[in-house]
């Protein structure tokens, strides 16, 4: 009996303290949350702000850029575009201007004695190519080794019309973080040298270089821009389309070339010691039509 | 025994009716504090000021985000209006061009290859056709290993080794090993030789 009430009176008056434990319990728990929250603050949000505005001020830089190239894009008048479409990527292959073309190229690299005549040049049915139609061209000649590396830049220079189709990707890239860096208004300038004829280019390149680089007082950065440009495939094609290739080429007006893509090169060893019988295979394209 | 052990019971009850109210009013006032940390005031000090408006950790996350993605969504649209055709077959073909692997490299690397095997009876391996296709991603080499005499099978095993260190081969066939014999050239090995490309 006695037990029985002295369990009645240890519940009664223990009760509080239990419950006293389990507050107790749910302030560790929330003390806990806190440590978190103090913890996130300092690893994740201290960071986070330090970053925020430099990509902050990128946008807008982007946004001015944007809003200018948008201005040019609406008054470039279209006649590339044009040339593109007549010239480059044409709605049917002029097959007797290929073989013009062919024909052209090898007079002048046997004038400079890194080729013989053109053997044939022959053409394959015409396929569907993602978009397009295909044809297979195969060249066939006995070239020098000099000889091919002019035909093979050639075939890799066919379908460039200005100066921002000879520079790659990554290379353009290059140039706009440049800008972004030193003066993001003078994108204009960039875009209106990009959208130079390749062959004016050639004619004139230093002029154009210089009005480019007028927004950029910077020498050191003048000197950056430069060699992005001299070092890309507009060297290739100051050597090739600036001399007496490219002058052939625009007088029997067989520029712009075909866009053409190399598919296959065969060299077989011929009988002089650094010359070869060379098969080149090449795709040309026509629109799906 | 039996009243020992009621005085120790009433013991116990004592300690626990004179500790239990207070140790109540601690815990629940404790608990009552950090309840109202937790719910206001926590989320006004972890908020930091961002672009105009105040973000938790999670928010900033987002936000960093929501910025990384308008970089790319302009850069994207001001790399496309700069340039001066936009024809997107043109574009793709122009692009596809400019990531091919340049013959001038390919042939300079196998020359170089080649050219390190020599003695005294001059080069040691001789390349006689070079096929390069884009379209299989191969480069076959067709040419023949002579002036080592019995060792031409061996220096033909060193040459394709070499070749498999060259930065553009994704993987490099075994060729054929044979040893042959010639009138003018001697004992030679001729090899066709495969390099894919990735």
């Known amino acids: 009996m006695k037990n029985v009430a002295h369990l009645h009176g240890l519940i009664r008056h223990g009760s509080l303290g ?39 001020q990128r946008v ?29 990527l044409p709605d049917e292959i002029d097959t007797d201007r290929v073989v013009s073309t062919f024909d052209v190229i090898g007079d002048v690299l046997k004038q400079r004695g890194i080729a013989a005549d053109v053997a044939s040049v022959s053409f394959g049915d015409l396929t569907v190519a993602v978009d397009m139609f295909k044809r297979n061209v195969t060249l066939r000649s006995a070239l020098s080794r000099e000889g091919v590396r002019e035909l093979l830049t050639l075939i890799d220079l066919s379908g460039t019309l200005t100066v ?33 004829d390749i062959m004016e280019y050639m004619a004139e390149g230093r002029s154009y270089e210089q009005k480019m680089l007028r927004s950029f007082s910077d020498e050191t950065l003048s000197n950056a821009i430069l060699n992005v440009i001299h070092s890309s495939r507009l060297k290739d094609a100051k050597r090739l389309l600036g001399g007496p290739m490219g002058a052939v080429l ?40 | 025994m039996s009243k020992t052990h009621d005085n120790n019971a009433e013991a116990v009850i004592g300690i626990a009716r004179r500790t239990g109210p207070p140790f109540l009013l601690f815990s629940s006032m404790l608990t009552a504090a950090l309840v109202f940390s937790q719910t206001m005031v926590l989320p006004v000090l972890a908020r930091v000021e961002a672009g105009g408006q105040r973000r938790d950790v999670a928010e900033l996350h987002d936000y960093e985000q929501s910025l990384h993605a308008r970089i790319s969504s302009l850069e994207y649209k001001r790399d496309t209006l700069i340039l ?16 091919r692997l340049s013959l001038d490299v390919v042939d300079a690397a196998i020359r170089e290859i080649a050219e390190s095997f020599v003695t005294e009876g001059g080069n040691v391996v001789a390349v006689m056709e070079t096929d390069v296709s884009y379209r299989d991603r191969t480069i076959t080499i067709r040419g023949d290993v002579r002036n080592v005499g019995t060792r031409s099978m061996t220096v033909l095993a060193q040459f394709t ?13 075994n060729p ?23």
């Open chain 2, 161 to 173: 080794e070499k070749l498999k260190g060259l930065h553009f081969a994704r993987s490099v066939e």
């Open chain 1, 60 to 88: 807008a830089v982007l946004e001015e850029q944007v809003e200018m190239t948008e201005l040019q894009s609406a008054l470039r008048v279209g006649s590339q575009e044009e040339r593109m479409r007549v010239y480059v």
């Open chain 1, 250 to 289: 625009n007088d029997q007006q067989l520029w712009p070339m075909p866009l053409m893509t190399l598919e296959e090169v065969r060299l077989k060893a011929g009988g002089a010691p650094g010359w070869f019988e060379a098969e080149v295979h090449i795709a040309i394209f026509q629109r799906n039509s």
């Open chain 1, 18 to 56: 239990i419950m006293g434990l389990l507050l107790l319990a749910l302030s560790t728990v929330l003390i806990q949350e806190h440590i978190r929250v103090v913890q996130s603050i300092r690893e994740e949000a201290i960071p986070l702000v330090a970053t925020l505005p430099a990509l902050e």
């Open chain 1, 164 to 196: 921002a189709d000879a520079l790659t990707d990554g290379e353009r890239t290059e140039l706009y973080e440049y800008v972004e860096r030193s003066n993001p208004a003078g994108i204009a300038d960039i875009e209106e040298f990009l959208s130079t």
């Open chain 2, 176 to 198: 054929r090993y044979v040893r042959l014999r010639d009138e003018s050239v001697g004992m030679h090995s001729p090899f066709v030789i495969v390099i894919h490309l990735p």
């Open chain 2, 84 to 99: 001066p055709i936009q024809d997107e077959s043109y574009r793709r073909l122009m692009s596809r061009k400019q990531a």
